[in-house]
Structure formats: C-alpha cells, structure tokens
C-alpha cells in the first residue's frame, strides 16, 4: 500500500524584508502564491527509512535525514512514537535551490502522506505547526492557494484570487542558497535603518481583482538585490524575458530563478521561447497560478 501526494512550487508576489533578528532570521512580509509545477511524493512501508528521487534535477536532491521530506517522517513518527520505517520516493519537477520551495514541498508532501499512511490522524493545525518547524516556507507548500505570511513567513493568512496568472520561470544553470542569499541582504544593508516589512494593498488588490497588468506594476522582492549581486547574470535573463514581452519580471524568492508575468498563455509560450533562445537560462517553463497546495491523489 502506498499514498502520493501532489505538492505546488510557489513564486513570491511580494518579499519585502525586515532587519536580521536575534535568532538570525528576517521578519518577511511574504505574499506566496502556488503555481502549477508539481513535485510527487510517495510513501511506501520499508524495512527501514530510504529516500529516492527521480526527475530532471534528481542528481542535486540530497538522499539523507537532511531532505525535508526524511525530516517530516522522522518528526511525524516521533510526535507518534512510531517506526519512521517508510521508502519516500520524490518525482521532483520543481527546481532545486532554485527560490521556488521545492525543498518545502516535499517536506510538506512528506508529511502529509506519512499522516494518511500511518493513519496519525494530525489534526490541519498540528500538520502546519510540524510544517513551521521545518522551515518558514512549509505551512505555504501545504495551504497552495494564495497566503500573505508574517513572521518568519510561516503565519498564514490566505488570500483571495479573481484570476488566473501565466508565468514563465526561467531555470538557472547552478542554485543559490537562501541563507547565503539572506547574508548578502545583510551586508548590502549594513548602517540602513530598515522599515518593519509590509503588504502592499495595489498587490493585494491586483490578486482579488485577477489582474495581471495590476499585479505587475506591483511585483517585489527585497531579496532581488542581493540574489543579483551573487548572480550578476541573472540581470540578463530579467532583461531577455522583458524584452520577449512580458509584462514584468523578478527574481524568485532567493533566486536563481526567474519569474516573469505574461498576459496569457500565448505571450507566456512566446516569451518561454524567447527566453531560451536568448541563452540567458537553462530552460523555461510555463505554469499557471493560482494552483492548489499538497493534496493526496
Ligand atoms: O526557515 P528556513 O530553514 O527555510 O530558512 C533557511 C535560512 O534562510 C535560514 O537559516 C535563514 O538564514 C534564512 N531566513 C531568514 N529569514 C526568514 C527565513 C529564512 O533569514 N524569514
């Protein structure tokens, strides 16, 4: 018997960032939205714990307790003085290192299907508190949708969203990690007096409203200077893909990828293309937002 689980990657509307705290981490306000390109996690009962993975990124996906998924498991089977004997398998399709919470996802995805495998029976508020544990990102994997996160930008508040928004995401050829990425916000803004991190309501209302001109004009990632400061090329890619038509782009999360808004699936295919052919990425995908969050199939 075995239980999958569908989790989305997720691109960050707004990022804007606050001082380092004492613990190290930056108080966010995070505007999440999931888009449709999925990891699938599968649960298996085993002799003992083992992680797989296939897919196009497979070869960067670390097997050990320190993958996400392995670390929802081993939480979940604690909390339940249970055997965390269970073969997790990851088709991963979301990049890796890649600021689009593919880590997270499996973590939640993990989570969720060692939940119904074991028959824990956790309650949404005890699978989202293991999910904070994990890491900030988390409880989003798990909810999808749309949600403004405060705090570390584990506390949620779902959001509202009138439309449907094409995107394309530009894959760089190597990863950047997020704490690196943090670091290099720090430095950048050492002797600055950074203002407490807000939402920005002209966003908030361009996502109730579906409205992708709106929703460009508002785009923000306070990361951005700091992922293109240890990524300069990343700055050729924004260019190919605003000159391909799109109608605004930014840097995913901590980056490297590159996130840009199309009007509609015909200018997101275009400007994919484009992007490509500019040799400024990898590769490029089309997703759709917004998509649901981790859901057993
Ligand atoms: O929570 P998570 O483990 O995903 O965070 C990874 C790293 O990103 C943290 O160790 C920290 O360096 C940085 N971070 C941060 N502020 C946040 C979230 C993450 O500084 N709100």
């Given at each position: 018997m075995s239980v999958r689980v569908r989790v989305p990657a997720k691109v960050n509307v707004q990022l804007a960032v606050g001082g380092a705290r004492p613990d190290g981490f930056h108080d966010l306000a995070n505007v999440f939205l999931a888009v449709g390109l999925y990891d699938e996690i599968t649960v298996t009962p085993a002799d003992e714990l083992r992680v797989t993975c296939s897919g196009?990124?497979?070869?960067?996906?670390?097997?050990?307790?320190?993958?996400l998924a392995a670390r929802a498991a081993l939480t979940l089977a604690q909390r339940r003085g249970l055997d965390p004997a269970v073969h997790i398998h990851i088709a991963k399709d979301i990049p890796v290192a890649g600021g689009m919470a593919g880590g997270s996802a499996d973590g939640a995805g993990a989570l969720l299907a060692c939940d119904a495998l074991w028959g824990a029976g956790a309650s949404r508020e005890e699978l989202l508190e293991i999910c904070a544990e994990l890491g900030s990102d988390v409880p989003f994997s798990l909810v999808g949708g749309a949600a403004l996160g405060v705090g570390r930008g584990e506390q949620l508040t779902v959001l509202e969203v009138g439309g449907a928004f094409h995107w394309v995401f530009a894959m760089a050829e190597r990863g950047l990690s997020t704490p690196a990425v943090f670091r290099e916000f720090d430095r950048l803004n050492e002797g600055v007096l950074i203002p407490e991190p807000v939402a920005s309501q002209e966003l908030l209302d361009a996502l109730v409203k579906g409205d992708a001109g709106a929703l460009a004009a508002t785009l923000s990632n306070d990361l951005q200077p700091a992922a293109l400061s240890l990524f300069p090329e990343l700055a050729d890619t924004l260019a190919a893909g605003r000159a391909a038509g799109a109608l605004a782009g930014l840097v995913s999360g901590s980056g490297p990828t590159t996130a840009f808004l199309a009007r509609d699936a015909e200018s997101a295919a275009r400007v994919a293309e484009a992007l490509v052919a500019s040799e400024t990425c990898s590769s490029a995908r089309v997703a759709v937002s917004p998509a649901p969050g981790a859901t057993v199939v």
């Open positions: 196009p990124y497979a070869a960067q996906v670390p097997l050990d307790r320190t993958n």
